[in-house]
């Protein structure tokens, strides 16, 4: 491309310095994209709300993008709008769909609801350390047939998936709830229980078998096909 400098200045000179009208701006491309990592590590904070229990293989994170072409080195170009922006409606992902069961499930153990809905359509209900030192029971939200059970003595994080220790209970209506990183499985296979019925104990703590994709004692539940009652 031509010197701008020397072309404007050789169309100036055409009309003996008066203006011809517009003017020549040169491209120029900013870095190339480039990568940000995101950090994996998870600090462990019982006593904040945000604090992740679960790390992957549940949570699936994109890297940061950054850098494109501008009008200027190093600036993004100038946006002109022309109407008013519409609002950008988040999808949710299609495990969150389904009818919501008002009263239909009971608060499955006892802890601190952390209310952050992640995959599978679930909460986790934490107890800091307590599941070392104390059986935490585990209650059917509702009634139904233990659909599956899954023990594993593993101490491996991806046991089991990452749930470790966990029930799937299979209810009247067809849905499902699962029960994960448990202690211990109080219930088998084929068996029917009320609501309320006490079918495991909470585990979770890091290293303990059973304990799956946890970074401390919780429950993480879980319901399918039906909405999740105890997100925020």
Known sequence: M????????????LDRGTTIGGEVTEIVSASPLQSISVASAVEIND??????LE??????RDPLITGQDSLLPNQNPI???????????????????GPYLDGYFIFPTIGYNRGKLHYYNAVDISRGDDCLSENIPVYAAASGVVSATYPTESTSRYANSGYGNNILLLHPNSFLTR???LKNILVTAGQYV?????????????????SGNSTGCHLHFEVRGAKQPFAW
């Open 79 to 97: 946006t002109i709008l022309t109407s008013e922006p519409k609002p950008v409606t988040p999808i949710a992902p299609a495990y969150t769909a």
């Open 55 to 60: 790390s992957a293989p549940y949570d699936d």
């Open 194 to 210: 009320n609501q309320g019925s006490i079918i495991a104990f909470m585990g979770g703590y890091p290293g303990n078998p059973g």
């Open 47 to 52: 006593n904040a709300a945000d604090t992740d």
């Open 179 to 181: 029960y994960a990183h």
């Open 2 to 13: 031509a010197n701008p400098t020397v072309l404007i200045n050789g169309l100036t000179g």
